[in-house]
């Protein structure tokens, strides 16, 4: 069982950063790879970057590239979104999640989720 908390969120203008965090219980962290999704109003939830166990291998949904950066730090069991040059079509609930399998992309792949923490980019 793995119990994700994320935090960080908040509201921030259009072009500015945030970071989020997402702490996690147990003492497997690091065999699971870690995604982060998001959900904007009136929309599906919707992929935004994965993490390898180990952190070697990162991966980014298009409308994210170049803009945030995933890392994770497995000794604090917890898993990090860097979000820069943010837009207001970033503005979602964004959940952080767990899964054993080696690769997901998908999030019928994903064993655990977080509450979310929401973000809001103002114009």
């Known amino acids: 069982q793995v119990q994700l908390v994320e935090s960080g969120g908040g509201l921030v203008q259009a072009g500015g950063s945030l970071r989020l965090s997402c702490a996690a219980s147990?003492?497997?962290?690091?065999?699971?790879?870690m995604g982060w999704f998001r959900q904007a109003p009136g929309k599906e939830r919707e992929f935004v970057a994965v993490i390898s166990y180990g952190g070697g291998r990162t991966y980014y949904a298009d409308s994210v590239k170049g803009r945030f950066t995933i890392s994770r730090d497995n000794a604090k069991n917890t898993v990090y979104l860097q979000m820069n040059s943010l837009k207001p079509e970033d503005t979602a609930v964004y959940y952080c999640?767990?899964?054993?399998?080696?690769?997901?992309?998908?999030?019928?792949?994903?064993?655990?989720w977080g509450q979310g923490t929401q973000v809001t980019v103002s114009s």
């Open positions: 147990g003492r497997t962290f690091s065999s699971y790879a």
């Open positions: 999640a767990a899964s054993s399998t080696d690769w997901p992309r998908y999030q019928y792949q994903y064993d655990y």
